[in-house]
């Protein structure tokens, strides 16, 4: 059974630091991992999706990263701001047409 | 844009009554997942559905049934509320899961927060 851990829980930095947020997986065999933001009381938003032949992918100051060989992901965030508060969580998918196992999340305060 | 919409943010039921969950997406998505979110627990898998009429089992059916009749609808049931049904829910879509690459992209609602009393 794949199992997703997040460290840490939480995470609290300055403004303008740039900082990497970890995700581990039990099963190195994956179809994909995606990368979520979610705001308090609200749903998820997609920030970047890597295919299991993917190393990484990048959208502005994000910059998410796979190594499946150690079960690993980072996401990079460059240059904080207080509006990238929010708690992220990765999602694991096992087949094309399987399912999802989230992370419990990292909660990330930004201090202006 | 994709967007997903749910019926209700915020819901308020009894114990026993019967609860119906819409979801509605608007980009001709294959694949529509019901997920419940609970502090501690973190999100878990309800029931997927990846055509219409077609469903599958998530991690924690027990409790729960889904229609999808229309591809644009999946609708989470509730057929006896209890108060351990008490959660946030999560409704999400995504193109199918064949292609490959953006079309795995699971997009999400809003969540309907449903207290059961």
């Known amino acids: 059974k794949q199992e997703v851990t997040q460290i840490p829980a939480a995470l609290s930095v300055p403004e303008g630091e740039n900082l990497v947020l970890n995700c581990s997986f039990t099963?190195?065999?994956?179809?994909?991992l995606q990368w979520f933001r979610q705001d308090p009381g609200k749903g998820l938003t997609s920030l970047l999706l890597?295919?299991?032949?993917?190393r990484e992918q990048t959208s502005g100051r994000l910059n998410a990263s796979l190594d499946k060989s150690s079960g690993r992901s980072t996401l990079y965030i460059a240059a904080s701001q207080p509006g990238d508060s929010a708690t992220y969580l990765c999602?694991?998918?096992?087949?094309?047409?399987?399912?999802?196992?989230f992370g419990d999340g990292t909660t990330l305060t930004v201090k202006p | 844009d994709v967007k997903v919409t749910q019926s209700s943010r915020y819901l308020v039921k009894r114990t026993g009554e019967k609860v119906f969950l819409e979801c509605v997406q608007d980009?001709?998505?294959?694949?529509m997942f019901w997920y419940r979110q609970d502090p501690g627990l973190g999100l878990r898998l309800i029931y997927f559905?990846?055509?219409?009429?077609?469903?599958e089992k998530g991690d924690i059916p027990e409790g729960y049934s889904v229609s999808r009749e229309k591809k644009e609808r999946f609708s989470l049931i509730l057929e006896s509320a209890s108060t351990n049904q008490t959660s946030m829910y999560l409704c999400?879509?995504?193109?199918?899961?064949?292609?490959?690459?953006?079309?795995?992209?699971?997009?999400f609602g809003p969540g309907t927060r449903l207290t059961v009393l």
């Open positions: 980009m001709d998505h294959e694949n």
């Open positions: 999400a879509s995504s193109l199918d899961g064949v292609s490959g690459g953006d079309t795995d992209t699971q997009y």
């Open positions: 559905s990846y055509d219409v009429k077609m469903k």
């Open positions: 099963d190195s065999a994956i179809y994909n």
């Open positions: 999602a694991v998918r096992r087949t094309n047409a399987g399912k999802s196992t």
């Open positions: 890597i295919q299991s032949s993917q």
